[in-house]
């Protein structure tokens, strides 16, 4: 436990040079401004594509996919998996599951010798178990860390099954072909959990019958407690735990009245899908670009045009069209620095997975190369938190 935390320490409060981590032989991604991009690599079961443009002052969506073996004794199952993680309030929360998630999920695999959804839902508990002992070892010296959080999107391709988990409102949609007409559709996989949606206010609320303030409306937008749109996270220490909601946490984060019970969850919506040979691709993002691009459009730019640098073709769109809403050109909008930007468009990750179906159908007959690559910004000044803002409560 010790040496997890100094690394963590190291990690968060150390400044680094390095600001996107690649390892394994597939590693290779470009820098271009505040843009980060890896247009096309392989994986166990076919190509991807990835990009990551950063609007924040401090980078807070952090990101990987790892592919080839899913457990500790390199023995099996294999296939890839993809984090989204999109932070809020800092970037310690996201850097510590890109991190730790995988790493929990082969634990988990290697425990139970096999992969579901059981073991993907104590991946994500050890995940959320963690990050509250890390706060609590630093709770006396650096307390804000309490009020810093993560949405958290996983998907897991193992043996032709699909495993979707998320908390927040990062999301997946699936392209999927149509025999009959050669149109892709577009099939949201994931279930968000974001105050903004009617059905989320309903679980809010009967979940904390006794609160009429759980949802409130503010400026126009619906936030938990008044404070936070998304519903479940990892994190946010203060508010699932009544012994972080004071001081010497800031007054502007603590809630006036004490709780009796967790307001926000750490447990994951997890699904379970076949793949079928019509299945094309999958779609990973962080939120930062589907406030700017519908389900249908982001398949139909994917389906339209060449694989390679596909991710960084969806950011961009996703740009010109933040630029469009604030009527200037997209060229003038790119010239916009980090922090200044925020108030254009967020921190926005994508990650486009295909599917070679002869690939999904058949299993490995060999041991396949692991390949591993994390992007997010490490860079921090020695001994500080991210400050906070309520734009970057997700």
């Known amino acids: 436990m010790l040496s997890g935390l100094m690394n963590f320490l190291r990690s968060c409060f150390r400044p680094r040079s390095d600001r996107y981590v690649h390892t394994g032989s597939d590693s290779g991604g470009r820098q271009d401004g505040l843009l980060w991009y890896k247009d096309l690599g392989q994986h166990l079961v076919g190509e991807f594509s990835m990009a990551v443009v950063q609007a924040n002052a401090l980078i807070e969506d952090h990101s990987q996919i790892e592919s080839g073996c899913l457990n500790l004794h390199e023995s099996g199952p294999y296939g890839t998996f993809v984090g989204i993680y999109d932070g809020h309030g800092g970037p310690e929360t996201s850097r510590y599951v890109v991190d730790n998630l995988f790493q929990h999920l082969k634990l988990s695999i290697s425990e139970h010798q096999s992969l579901s959804v059981d073991v993907v839902r104590k991946a994500y508990q050890a995940t959320e178990e963690g990050f509250l002992s890390i706060v609590t070892k630093l709770w006396p010296t650096k307390p804000q860390i309490a009020a810093v959080g993560s949405c958290c999107l996983a998907g897991i391709i193992s043996a032709g099954t699909l495993y979707i988990a998320n908390l927040g409102d990062s999301r997946a949609v699936l392209g999927r072909a149509v025999k009959a007409t050669a149109e892709v559709l577009a099939i949201q996989l994931s279930t968000e959990h974001n105050a903004s949606i009617e059905s989320i206010r309903q679980e809010l609320r009967s979940m904390h019958p006794d609160d009429p303030q759980i949802v409130v409306l503010k400026h126009n937008v619906w936030r938990?407690?008044?404070?936070?749109?998304?519903?479940?996270?990892?994190?946010?220490?203060?508010?699932?735990?009544?012994?972080?909601?004071?001081?010497?946490?800031?007054?502007?984060?603590?809630?006036?009245?004490?709780?009796?019970?967790?307001?926000?969850?750490?447990?994951?919506?997890?699904?379970?899908?076949?793949?079928?040979?019509?299945?094309?691709?999958?779609?990973f993002a962080s939120d930062g670009l589907w406030e700017h691009i519908g389900n249908q459009e982001a398949?139909?730019?994917?389906?339209?045009?060449?694989?390679?640098?596909?991710?960084?073709?969806?950011?961009?769109?996703?740009?010109?069209?933040?630029?469009?809403?604030?009527?200037?050109?997209?060229s003038d909008l790119k010239k916009i620095d980090r922090g200044v930007r925020r108030h254009f468009h967020d921190d926005i990750t994508v990650i486009v997975v295909f599917l070679d179906s002869n690939l999904v159908s058949r299993a490995s007959l060999t041991k396949p190369p692991n390949i591993s690559i994390k992007a997010g910004g490490i860079n921090l000044r020695p001994n500080t938190l991210a400050p906070y803002s309520a734009n970057g409560a997700t």
């Not at 994190?235 to 926000?264: M, Q, S």
């Open 224 to 283: 938990v407690k008044g404070i936070i749109q998304v519903s479940r996270s990892i994190g946010d220490v203060y508010l699932k735990k009544a012994e972080f909601n004071r001081e010497p946490l800031y007054a502007k984060f603590r809630l006036r009245e004490p709780f009796r019970r967790p307001i926000l969850s750490a447990e994951p919506s997890i699904s379970v899908h076949q793949l079928q040979p019509h299945d094309r691709f999958i779609i």
């Open 299 to 330: 398949v139909d730019i994917v389906q339209n045009h060449p694989r390679n640098g596909i991710a960084r073709r969806l950011v961009k769109a996703a740009l010109q069209e933040a630029a469009k809403k604030r009527e200037m050109r997209y």
